[in-house]
């Protein structure tokens, strides 16, 4: 107790004279786990970052620091964006969690926003994409795509993430395919582009002619185009350079809309704490654009889809749909709840039809 | 044609003229690196070298200093005995990593439980951890005559990959939501290595790098096994003749190295870091191989030289928030500045002669 | 689990495309250690040489002028630690590893501006005749023209080591300096050479990984490729027969172990991939330290 209170005294010191260096511009920090240059997740929050720049004009400065380790180094960068006069901070990746907690502690005036987590304080939100609506329209396309009736799907490290888009994507395929069959291979890396590479390979060989990668590099496009004949999605950002054929669509992180919003609200004074979890609607998960490789059946069914998620009539996961295990998860006409027991956040578990084990 | 020759002694003024030789140099290369990206080279020189000690929030940088510094002086004390004695353990980063995860599996295993003797505990583990993982290449140098640079570095990918293992399977949070990574140590009283003094930066492990910091320096200065070791280094042949058991020597160098880099890893996981987790190593041990170098394998040295790098990596991310500099240009200008320090040395030991076209 | 959908001419096939970067750097190495100098820094070297290949790749258009270009940015960054430690003599460990540092940033800032950009395409050589041998041809003659220089690389330092009179004295160097100085040879003149020689290479697998492989820019594109090399040069006990080998044997590993969990094959990852750097350590055990070069890593000062 007594040192919680040391503590509060010495940055209350701190943020007198941290109070005097602000002026009218809002200041907004990000923090990322990689380099701006890693062309996919750090890339696209730093899109986010420069739309709000290009936004707001003036009225607002950002400032970012990249390549951060998660950890003590995290928190220090915050608390030194907070020291400098920061009023929002994004940290942008799963990892940073506690830090930010710590950090929002000590700085109560200060609003953090922290991407993947699920710790919300009083002035600590938190945010993140339903990409598994985009991975459902990925599993549309590429049920339909496949002739060989396999597809590969690269995934980084089993997460509940992770797992939802496989789901997500299986349980769409399945529905216009019933014949398909899903090789999943787990690289333990977010960004690793040889390994990444072998892995789009390997599946390859092993007959599958349409990949879907959870990781963030573009070697897996390049694999498929060596290949020739193999549909690819990109993932993180548009990997538009290798449309039309192999990349036929893609899921795109777009943080814009989210980190505009948020900057206005501060700017107003009606910042509040919130869970935030868009998807398609709001615009987060951007479907980058379907090439003309795919059908015009294919395309035309795909974007009803996109627009059916988009209008909530839809939603990727209703039931009836049973686990792996053969047991019921979701009764007929149900739809997953996103919390507790069996809920979209912690999914640890594959649904019905997906052969092999989430690795533990 | 310049020529050098060997001192009989080295030199004392260069020694201490060397590094402040070494810092302005890479001031002046880094600022027209700064100005040729764009940058006032005098105000990005001033926000890295200069605001975490001085400026405004200096009272927040300073105890960063000793957090970010104190693994790094930890684990070179360790190994400048080794470098000393012709002890090459390179492999300082896996036994950081393994030090960690058996302190940290000491401390989880009894959690929730509450005792004074649960920190204790966890510290003797992580010890140990570090000691028995730098044992491997030290027998197998004695009992086998394999060279333990190679095999100290081989075993940091196995520990890495043990890592990866314990974050995603053993050690995982079972109440983190399937996110990989551990309960989070920091949070968990009894063994949590929190600040000593509140704002103060001490934390355990800084007691800990200044008391190896003193007793090394008494070790070598006073010790038999501190003359040993010069003895070794020097003149391995003399020492054996005077007495010195060569397999004892290496495999009591490899002892400490390893000893006080699991060290380093549990107080590090216990405190600033918190959680086992993938990416928990940010590569200390390796830098710690740098700062060891650079502070001339003395224990003072070393202390100054573990400040300095703390310095850059506190004063790079200032700059970076600050000023916009990429992060890049930082590690840029990291590299730069350890070549100068490393080239610089030459002055220490050798004589500059500008002589005729002798071969050299 | 379904092990005959693992095509066995397929998986030989992309094994040698996946060993293609880590051989590069490690036959560099190899020759760099042979002549005495542990240069810890091929990471750097080789991602400096990866922004370079795609920077002069993407500007002149052609893959072969890249190549060129990573092979001399390698090279540069090389000369960068072998004026350190050769003639400044510093620690090799300590510039290594600064030059792994310097060469990650240096290359981050050489890329801004080239992300998002795709290389210019290098397509597969269809080797004729021997492309059309059953079996044989689509595991060894159907690639692109890199992984067979690479293999003239190997195959000629194998025989510049072994035969000729220059390869002698760089083995000379390596194995003991004072008595090659005593004979007269220039040490350090050999070493630079030698270090150059490797940044090249480092950098033509960095270049492969960025201009065939991947083929973008992005930073950190490496990803720890460089210290495979390292371990594969041990792997291999300097010898460039084995380093083959070595490349296939680490890269294979990552490829066999996709390949059982594609097969549907739960598979413990990390123990699987902890694998060929425990088998280097017993490798190291068997061979004894007596064929490490004589003289790795220690710093030559010819005394008069």
């Excluded at chain 1, 035309?300 to 053969?326: L, V, W, Y």
């Excluded at chain 3, 190495?29 to 080789?46: A, C």
């Excluded at chain 3, 425990?278 to 055990?285: D, G, I, K, P, S």
Aim: hydrophobic letters at 50%.
């Amino acid at each position: 107790m007594m040192k919680s209170l040391l503590t509060g005294a010495t940055f209350a010191l701190g943020l007198t004279t941290a109070a005097f260096a602000q002026d009218e511009t809002t200041k907004v920090g990000f923090i990322y786990v990689g380099p701006v240059g890693d062309g996919g997740w750090t890339y696209e929050h730093n899109q986010g970052r420069l739309a709000v720049e290009e936004h707001f004009g003036d009225a607002v400065e950002t400032v970012f620091v990249e390549s951060v380790p998660e950890g003590p180094d995290a928190e220090r960068v915050m608390t030194q964006m907070a020291l400098d006069g920061a009023d929002l901070i994004f940290s942008t990746s799963f990892g940073f969690m506690d830090p930010t907690i710590n950090v929002a502690g000590k700085f109560p005036d200060v609003k953090f926003e922290h991407a993947t987590g699920y710790k919300q304080a009083d002035n600590v939100s938190v945010y993140s994409a339903r990409f598994y609506e985009g991975r459902a329209v990925q599993g549309h396309i590429a049920g339909q795509m496949t002739e060989s009736n396999v597809i590969g799907y690269i995934a980084s490290f089993p997460i509940p993430e992770v797992i939802r888009g496989i789901n997500a994507a299986y349980l769409q395929a399945k529905a216009v395919n019933p014949d398909v069959e899903f090789k999943i291979v787990w690289a333990y890396t977010w960004f690793d582009p040889a390994k990444e590479a072998e892995a789009a390979t390997v599946l390859i060989e092993q007959g599958a002619d349409v990949i879907l990668q959870h990781t963030d590099s573009t070697a897996p496009q390049a694999a498929a185009q060596a290949a020739g004949n193999v549909a690819t999605f990109g993932q993180a950002s548009d990997m538009a350079e290798f449309g039309p054929y192999p990349r036929v669509s893609s899921i795109i992180d777009n943080w814009s809309p989210y980190y505009i919003a948020r900057t206005q609200a501060v700017i107003d004074g009606t910042w509040e704490s919130t869970s935030t979890w868009d998807g398609i609607a709001p615009g987060m998960v951007g479907i980058g654009e379907i090439t003309d490789s795919v059908p015009a059946e294919i395309k035309a069914s795909a974007e009803a889809m996109i627009e059916s998620i988009r209008s909530g009539e839809m939603h990727p996961f209703t039931g009836p749909i049973n686990k792996q295990d053969g047991s019921v998860w979701l009764a007929e006409g149900e739809t997953a709840s996103d919390y507790g027991d069996d809920g979209l956040a912690g999914m640890n578990f594959y649904v019905e039809g997906i052969v092999g084990d989430v690795p533990q | 044609m310049i020529m050098l020759e060997k001192r009989p002694q080295p030199s004392q003024g260069w020694t201490l003229a060397t590094p402040i030789l070494a810092v302005l140099l890479t001031m002046l290369v880094g600022g027209a690196l700064f100005a040729a990206l764009g940058k006032d080279p005098l105000v990005t020189i001033r926000t890295i070298f200069y605001d975490p000690l001085f400026s405004e929030f200096a009272w927040y940088y300073r105890p960063q200093l000793l957090v970010k510094g104190a693994p790094l002086v930890l684990i070179a004390i360790g190994l400048s005995f080794g470098f000393r004695a012709g002890v090459w353990n390179i492999g300082a980063e896996g036994q950081y990593i393994i030090g960690a995860i058996c302190g940290a599996a000491v401390g989880l295993a009894l959690y929730p439980m509450e005792s004074v003797f649960i920190f204790p505990a966890m510290v003797i583990a992580g010890a140990l951890g570090g000691m028995l993982w730098a044992m491997i290449p030290g027998i197998l140098r004695v009992k086998f005559g394999t060279n333990e640079i190679l095999v100290s570095l081989m075993l940091v990918y196995v520990a890495e990959q043990l890592l990866a293992s314990m974050a995603l399977g053993t050690l995982r949070n079972p109440e983190g939501m399937g996110f990989p990574g551990s309960r989070n140590l920091s949070q968990y009283p009894s063994a949590a290595n929190l600040e000593l003094i509140s704002g103060s930066g001490m934390h355990w492990g800084v007691v800990a790098a200044f008391i190896a910091v003193i007793f090394a320096y008494i070790m070598l200065s006073r010790h038999i096994f501190g003359f040993q070791v010069r003895l070794s280094g020097l003149a391995p042949r003399a020492a054996a003749f005077s007495g010195v058991n060569p397999g004892r020597l290496i495999l009591l160098c490899m002892a400490i190295s390893g000893g006080l880099a699991g060290l380093a890893g549990l107080f590090e996981v216990a405190g600033p870091a918190g959680q086992i987790s993938i990416d928990f190593n940010v590569g200390y041990g390796f830098t710690a191989i740098i700062v060891a170098f650079l502070g001339r394998l003395h224990p003072v040295g070393i202390l100054l030289a573990g400040g300095l790098m703390a310095l850059t990596y506190i004063g790079g991310e200032i700059a970076q928030s600050k000023l916009g500099l990429p992060g890049g240009a930082i590690q840029l200008l990291q590299g730069m500045l350890l070549f100068f320090l490393l080239a610089v040395d030459v002055l220490t030991h050798y004589r500059v002669r500008f002589g005729q076209g002798e071969v050299a | 689990m379904d092990l005959s959908s693992i095509n066995p001419i397929l998986l030989l096939a992309s094994l040698m495309v996946a060993a293609t970067p880590i051989m590069l750097a490690a036959i560099g190495e190899l020759v760099v250690e042979r002549s005495g100098v542990l240069n810890l820094g091929v990471e750097g070297m080789m991602i400096t040489g990866a922004v370079c290949g795609f920077i002069v790749s993407v500007s002149t258009g052609s893959p072969w002028i890249g190549f060129i270009g990573a092979a001399i940015g390698g090279a540069i960054l090389a000369s960068l630690f072998g004026v350190l430690t050769q003639y400044l003599l510093s620690n090799q460990v300590a510039t290594g590893l600064a030059l792994t540092l310097f060469g990650l940033g240096l290359s981050a800032l050489m890329g801004q501006g080239y992300i998002g950009i795709k290389a210019p395409s290098f397509p597969d050589w269809h080797i004729p005749l021997l492309g059309d041998i059953p079996v044989i041809g689509p595991i060894v003659f159907q690639h692109d023209p890199m992984v067979y220089v690479g293999l003239l690389i190997v195959l000629a330092v194998w025989a510049f080591l072994k035969f000729s009179r220059a390869g002698l004295i760089l083995r000379a160097v390596g194995e003991n300096h004072d008595a090659a100085h005593a004979l007269g040879y220039k040490v350090k003149r050999v070493r630079m050479l030698a270090i150059m020689f490797g940044g090249a290479c480092a950098g033509l697998g960095g270049a492969y990984l960025s201009l065939v492989r991947v083929p973008q820019w992005t930073e950190g594109m490496t990803a720890g490729a460089g210290w495979i090399a390292l371990a594969i040069v041990v792997f291999a006990s300097w010898k460039p027969g084995r380093l083959l080998l070595g490349a296939y044997l680490f890269g294979g590993v990552t490829v066999l172990q996709l390949n059982l969990q594609a097969a549907g094959m739960a598979i413990p990852v990390e123990y699987l991939s902890m694998a060929p750097y425990l088998a280097t350590t017993v490798v190291l055990v068997i061979m004894r330290a007596g064929r490490a070069p004589g003289s790795l890593g220690r710093i030559f000062h010819a005394s008069r």
